[in-house]
Each structure stands twice: as structure tokens, then as C-alpha cells.
């Protein structure tokens, strides 16, 4: 089936540590999407890229990295610069008519211990 | 740059009763408008989108939103909403020119009692 994927699908981080979000997509899309969702700020877009090996920041990049070095793969980092990095993370890539249509994982929810 | 205002953070309504959830935008160019749903602890999945052509367009679970250009708006209803329409709800605006990015709203909780 024809899909996008992250994992893992809960994680925890001790604070000061790196940690790379997983995500995955077989529907040969270009444009691949991170945003972040925090309980009533909705969906803030952290980074996205229309292709390989080239990406753009979105509006809370600051302490996140990614790399798109294969058309299927986006994977985030969220580094120890991040100093609020609890919350539930999206990844979604572009397709469907006129390519307009987000297709979205099923979330990855992050827990600083 | 584009942006999107919900104006409710929460509605809470009947069952069988009508829903209006609002959206207003924010562009300097055209763009393509959408509702996004999501249920508890998923992603996000499409409802409607207008791109062009006609302003109202429908979802196949009832819903319906009118692209408004003069009003920068693009409400969405339903005339009877049923307790498994209880989720979030999203308006997202991008511009139509290719690579710009897709902006979400701060959504919507839309709880339905009986």
C-alpha cells in the first residue's frame, strides 16, 4: 500500500540529547513537509523541501535539522538546541491533483524526560 | 506570505444541528484553500480543497465550504452534524504559484453531543 510512514511512533529524550524523527514515503512524491503541533498553536511548519537535496526553513526552525538525500526519506533532528521540543510531530508529503493535497504520517509524539 | 485565522477555538454543538466553523486568510497572491480533519492522536486527512472553478465545493460526508474572495473567507458547514463528525478541524491556505509552502490554522475542536 501506498503510504507515508514515521517512527517511531512515541519517543523520549533525556534533556541535552539529540534525537532523528523517521519518515518514509512510497508515493513518489517531491515535496515533503515537518510541522510541529502543540495543544491550540495548530500546525507550525518547522522545515520542507520540493526535492532532493534541497530544503527550506519554515517558521520555527531554530534547534530542528533535516537532510533529503533520497526522494522517499525526510528525516527531522531535533537537536538539544531545541528548548521546548516536547510535542507531536507531522511529516507530509505533496501530491494529488496539482500537487495541493498533503498526505500525512500518523505522528511521532515526543517526550523530553 | 500567507496566513490563516480560525476565529473558534472551540464548538460545541447538538447533535442534528447545524455547524459553521470559521477561516479567513491572509495572501498577497491566489491560492488554493482546504479543510484538513484529524482525529485523536493521527495525522491529518483531507476534507475539501477549493482550487478553482466553482466557490462551493463538498466533501462526501456532507460538509461544504464557499471560497469568498472579496471576504478573504472560507467557512465550513454542515447542515446536521452527527457525534462521529466530533474532531479537529484545520483551514489551510497555499499560494498557487509551485513551491510555496502549505500554512495551517490553528484549528478548530468540534465536539458534538447528544
Not at chain 1, 526552525?61 to 510535542?87: C, D, H, I, M
Not at chain 2, 457525534?83 to 502549505?102: K, M, N, P
Amino acid at each position: 500500500d501506498g503510504g507515508i510512514t514515521q517512527s517511531p511512533k512515541y519517543l523520549f529524550r533525556k534533556e541535552g540529547q539529540n534525537v532523528t524523527l523517521s519518515c518514509e514515503q512510497n508515493l513518489n512524491h517531491d515535496a515533503m513537509y515537518w510541522y510541529r503541533q502543540d495543544p491550540g498553536q495548530g500546525l507550525r511548519l518547522i522545515y520542507y523541501s520540493q526535492i532532493v537535496n534541497d530544503f527550506q526553513k519554515g517558521d520555527i526552525a531554530e534547534g530542528y535539522s533535516v537532510s533529503r538525500e533520497k526522494k522517499e526519506s525526510f528525516p527531522l533532528t531535533v537537536t538539544s538546541a531545541q528548548k521546548n521540543p516536547t510535542a507531536f510531530y507531522l511529516c507530509a508529503s505533496i501530491g494529488g491533483l496539482k500537487n495541493t493535497e498533503a498526505f500525512f504520517g500518523q505522528g511521532t509524539r515526543l517526550t523530553v524526560v | 506570505a500567507q496566513s490563516v485565522t480560525q476565529l473558534d477555538s472551540q464548538v460545541p454543538v447538538f447533535e442534528e444541528a447545524p455547524v459553521e466553523l470559521r477561516c479567513n486568510y491572509s495572501s498577497s497572491v491566489s491560492v488554493y484553500l482546504f479543510w484538513y480533519v484529524q482525529y485523536p492522536n493521527q495525522g491529518l486527512q483531507l476534507l475539501l480543497k477549493y482550487l478553482s472553478g466553482s466557490t462551493l465545493v463538498e466533501s462526501i460526508n456532507g460538509f461544504e465550504a464557499e471560497f469568498n474572495k472579496s471576504q478573504t473567507s472560507f467557512h465550513l458547514r454542515k447542515p446536521s452534524v452527527h457525534i462521529s463528525d466530533t474532531a479537529e478541524y484545520f483551514c489551510a491556505v497555499s499560494g498557487r504559484q509551485a513551491g510555496t509552502a502549505l500554512i495551517f490554522g490553528k484549528g478548530t475542536t468540534l465536539s458534538v453531543s447528544s
